[in-house]
């Protein structure tokens, strides 16, 4: 089978055969039929700090995935063969814990499998595993609530996920976006305001910032800007270090909290609302061919939404 993969920091990712894996136990053999492109796999490629991360090396990059199971072992008991499920990348991430979805099969355990609701497109099935997921994980990890004022910091991959759950949370959205062009899109999804910078939402009240750029300027921004009492979620890892005013923080006694991935629960529920058509992502697929280029144009931030590979 055809893959394409990670070597080491600063290396292309070379395009290779692989002998096909093998279903054993409680696991299962899937056919990749969609795998999207994330900013964390250009950070692999870019910042040595990710390898303390990867269990072995090459590896076949690529966390969010979903497929067709193609092969079950002997003691796997709630799926079967033809079923389509997506593959929640918290407990063995794919990518780093095993051979990942830029591959054209993958071998999971049955525990990591989330059913795709029937007819839905398999494209966003697999930006549910890890967009989707991320951007629900994190306005639960914000201890979300309804009629609370809600900023969002970045439209990208993650953000336009979550700028549309914000309003399915039954939360008022505010959106900061430093790419003008993107501001019409924020206001169909809900806006209330889209400004440049998040400081620039200092006098909106809001009570929850969510950050999903990381470039750290984002998050001091967040914290100057959040209301007193208010709560920041730092998902973004833009840049691994950051310089932030503590005063604020301080007085303002704001708490500021990480957010990485989710639960199996928040991608079901994200693949839920796609499927009643409440939320509907910006993707853009590619062929397998392409992922190189496309993480090109991640890592120069050219792309506008999520970008997908279709097998």
Same mark, same amino acid.
């Given at each position: 089978m055809k893959a394409w993969s990670f070597t080491g920091t600063h290396d292309p990712l070379v395009a290779v055969e692989k002998p096909e894996p093998v279903a054993s136990?409680? $696991?299962? &053999?899937?056919?990749? &039929?969609a795998a999207g492109l994330c900013h964390t796999d250009v950070g692999v490629l870019e910042d040595e700090k990710w390898l303390a991360n990867i269990a072995r090396l090459p590896i076949t990059m690529g966390h969010e995935v979903a497929g067709e199971i193609e092969e079950i072992g002997p003691d796997v008991k709630n799926f079967k063969v033809g079923d389509r499920v997506a593959i929640w990348p918290m407990l063995e991430t794919p990518g780093f814990a095993i051979d990942g979805g830029f591959g054209e099969k993958i071998v999971t355990t049955e525990d990591a499998l989330? /059913?795709? /609701?029937?007819?839905?497109?398999i494209e966003r099935a697999a930006a549910a595993t890890?967009?989707?997921?991320?951007?629900?994980?994190?306005?639960? $990890?914000?201890?979300?609530?309804?009629?609370?004022?809600?900023?969002?910091?970045?439209?990208?991959?993650?953000?336009?996920?979550?700028?549309?759950?914000?309003?399915?949370?039954? *939360?008022?959205?505010?959106?900061?976006e430093i790419k003008e062009e993107n501001w019409d899109y924020a206001r169909s999804l809900g806006a209330k305001k889209v400004v440049k910078d998040v400081t620039e939402l200092t006098d909106e009240g809001l009570s929850l910032i969510v950050d999903f750029a990381g470039f750290g300027t984002t998050t001091a921004g967040a914290?100057? *800007?959040?209301a007193p009492g208010g709560r920041v979620v730092l998902v973004g890892m833009g840049k691994l270090e950051a310089v932030i005013n503590t005063y604020p923080m301080i007085i303002k006694k704001v708490d500021l909290r990480g957010s990485n991935g989710g639960s199996k629960e928040d991608i079901a529920t994200v693949l839920d609302w796609m499927a009643q058509g409440k939320l509907v992502p910006k993707l853009e697929t590619i062929s397998w061919e392409e992922i190189p280029a496309g993480l090109e144009r991640l890592a120069k931030g050219e792309v506008d939404g999520r970008l997908v590979c279709v097998y």
């Open positions: 136990g409680n $696991r299962v &053999k899937i056919a990749v &039929k989330v /059913p795709v /609701p029937e007819g839905m497109p890890d967009a989707g997921m991320t951007s629900q994980g994190a306005l639960v $990890r914000g201890g979300i609530q309804p009629g609370e004022k809600v900023g969002i910091v970045g439209l990208g991959g993650l953000g336009q996920f979550a700028a549309q759950l914000v309003v399915l949370n039954g *939360a008022e959205l505010y959106v900061a914290i100057e *800007a959040v």
